[in-house]
């Protein structure tokens, strides 16, 4: 559905927004009928001629999802574009007068790189089949996201979730227009990307000497010559890299981390070929003061557009920090389906902020992401189905709720 309906999709939005009121009063039957529920939020998501007989139909049974009954209203509800990833309607004359749009200072788009598959499940204690990290993927490549983190090319030693990466790697069924990065921390993890078929990679560095031992058993200083290989060979094939500062914000050994040296970092890692540096609050200590410091000694040494914040949870502060970072001009956000995550050397930390939870509020903004946030919720069920855990979204919490 576009911003501007016409007369026939505003009469229908109408009814279906009369149907919600007269929900919202009613009391829920006791009755767990989820893939009926499912199909309601479906209705209510996809819209469509039937859209509105099936809310009818969910009225007359006296149920419906907890999400629509308590977290969206009708009047979110009638923005079909908070659930399939289009920019909400823009202000018409019929608002208050002087009332400003909430997307002021916000990009127009911003890109959501999903990584899941790989710092998602990379913490995982029981080894996750290899079928289902192929499954998750593919789920995840019809949802509309543009970047799929895929696995990460380490050593098994180190990461023993991450030995079938050759596998997942050639199981999975590449989408057009997706783009399927790897982790890769020397050239040997690179050749043997490269010959599983990968065509984009990741380094993966860190703005603590503590934690660079701790997590690629080398300094700062050995890890960019490491990176430098890697960069070079990946160039010399047209290999795109990204790179990672990790603990952006804190380091579980160290503490704080001065922003002049994530600055540090990040320049050396853009000088050298990296297109894009993803700054992660690795143990989700941030705040949006200690972000927007950080971000501002970073754009002193690389242009906006090459940034990318990648924020945990810890201390749910994570959607206050991506805000930050949205106003200061980033446009590229890291997350997890379901907020899975947790990095294996920094104790303590939760998971990654999750993907349903920042569509939703970027949905609610009128920030277009190109991703359908429904079809991310159901990816989200499937693996913490798998992992027989609970979900950490918490939008995937009220909307799946009986």
């Given at each position: 559905m576009s911003?501007?309906?016409?007369?026939?999709?505003?009469?229908?939005?109408?009814?279906?927004?009369?149907?919600?009121?007269?929900?919202?009063?009613?009391?829920p039957a006791r009755v767990s009928v989820r893939r009926r529920q499912r199909r309601w939020l479906a209705a209510a998501a996809g819209g469509?001629?039937?859209?509105?007989?099936?809310?009818?139909?969910?009225?007359?049974?006296?149920?419906?999802?907890?999400?629509?009954?308590?977290?969206?209203?009708?009047?979110h509800l009638l923005k079909e574009q908070l659930w399939i990833g289009e920019a909400a309607p823009q202000p018409t004359a019929l608002q208050h007068p002087g009332q400003e749009l909430l997307t002021s200072g916000f990009p127009e788009f911003v890109k959501i790189v999903e990584v899941g598959p790989r710092d998602g499940l990379q913490n995982e204690k029981?080894?996750?089949?290899?079928?289902?990290?192929?499954?998750?993927?593919?789920?995840?490549?019809?949802?509309?996201?543009?970047?799929?983190?895929?696995?990460?090319?380490?050593?098994?030693?180190?990461?023993?979730?991450?030995?079938?990466?050759?596998?997942?790697?050639?199981?999975?069924?590449?989408?057009?227009g997706v783009r399927?990065?790897?982790?890769?921390?020397?050239?040997?993890?690179?050749?043997?990307?490269?010959?599983?078929?990968?065509?984009?990679v990741s380094v993966f560095g860190a703005a603590s000497e503590s934690f660079s031992k701790m997590n690629i058993n080398c300094s700062i200083n050995e890890s960019m010559e490491r990176f430098e290989d890697v960069v070079k060979s990946a160039r010399k094939m047209d290999i795109p890299v990204?790179?990672?500062?990790?603990?952006?914000?804190?380091?579980?050994?160290?503490?704080?981390?001065?922003?002049?040296k994530v600055a540090e970092v990040s320049k050396r890692l853009y000088s050298m070929g990296c297109y894009e540096i993803s700054l992660g609050d690795t143990i989700g200590v941030g705040t949006p003061g200690s972000m927007k410091r950080m971000l501002e000694s970073v754009m002193m040494e690389l242009p906006v557009a090459a940034i990318a914040v990648h924020c945990h949870d810890t201390y749910g502060q994570a959607l206050a920090n991506i805000l930050t970072a949205m106003q200061m001009g980033v446009h590229v956000v890291d997350s997890a389906a379901a907020g899975l995550g947790g990095c294996p050397y920094a104790k303590g930390a939760t998971g990654n902020v999750a993907t349903e939870d920042v569509l939703y509020m970027l949905n609610g903004l009128g920030i277009n992401t190109g991703v359908n946030l429904f079809k991310v919720m159901e990816a989200g069920h499937f693996i913490c189905t798998a992992l027989n855990k609970q979900t950490n979204s918490k939008v995937a919490q009220a909307s799946f709720s009986s």
């Open positions: 911003a501007a309906a016409g007369d026939g999709d505003s009469s229908d939005w109408l009814r279906r927004a009369r149907c919600l009121r007269s929900l919202r009063a009613s009391v469509g001629d039937g859209a509105a007989g099936d809310l009818e139909e969910a009225a007359a049974m006296g149920n419906m999802p907890s999400a629509l009954k308590h977290c969206l209203s009708y009047q029981a080894i996750v089949p290899t079928d289902v990290k192929i499954e998750f993927i593919n789920r995840l490549s019809k949802t509309g996201l543009p970047v799929i983190e895929v696995t990460s090319f380490v050593s098994s030693k180190w990461v023993p979730q991450m030995a079938d990466h050759t596998e997942v790697m050639r199981g999975i069924e590449c989408y057009p399927y990065p790897v982790l890769t921390p020397n050239l040997q993890g690179f050749h043997s990307a490269i010959a599983a078929g990968a065509t984009e990204r790179g990672y500062v990790s603990c952006a914000l804190g380091c579980p050994y160290e503490g704080n981390i001065e922003p002049a």
